[in-house]
Nanobody
């Protein structure tokens, strides 16, 4: 069974940090781009950050640049999202997803119309930024 499992969400004060993890089971992630997607309450899903299969190319949505860092450890079959300087508007559910073969970071994260092609999704982890 192909699964992605997210962890690391929680409650944090504005300005704080969290590190999210996305671990694959049933398959290896090293051949695929992987991304993190944010869904705020009452809103659609948005690509926050994606990373290519070899880790050399990354994409960040403008609102998280210089605050969030995506990385991957293919030996651990895991992709991370380090979130610093968190803001209340960063609250919501964060999902990770695996791209189809040969996709890079930007096409995976950028156009919402591409999200339907993403083959495996995790169940999400909740992040709440509040004082």
């Amino acid at each position: 069974q192909l699964r992605l499992v997210e962890s690391g969400g929680g409650l944090v004060q504005p300005g704080g940090s969290l590190r999210l993890s996305c671990t694959a089971s049933g398959f290896t992630l090293d051949a695929y781009a992987v991304g993190w997607f944010h869904q705020a309450p009452g809103k659609g899903r948005e690509g926050v950050s994606c990373i290519s299969s070899n880790g050399e190319n990354t994409y960040y949505v403008a609102s998280v640049k210089h605050r969030f860092t995506i990385s991957r450890d293919n030996a651990k079959n895991t992709v991370y999202l380090q979130m610093n300087s968190l803001k209340p508007e960063d609250s919501g559910v964060y999902y990770c997803a695996q791209a189809p073969p040969t996709w890079g970071a930007q096409p995976m994260c950028g156009p919402p119309a591409n999200y339907r092609f993403l083959e495996v999704w995790g169940q999400g982890t909740l992040v709440t930024v509040s004082s």
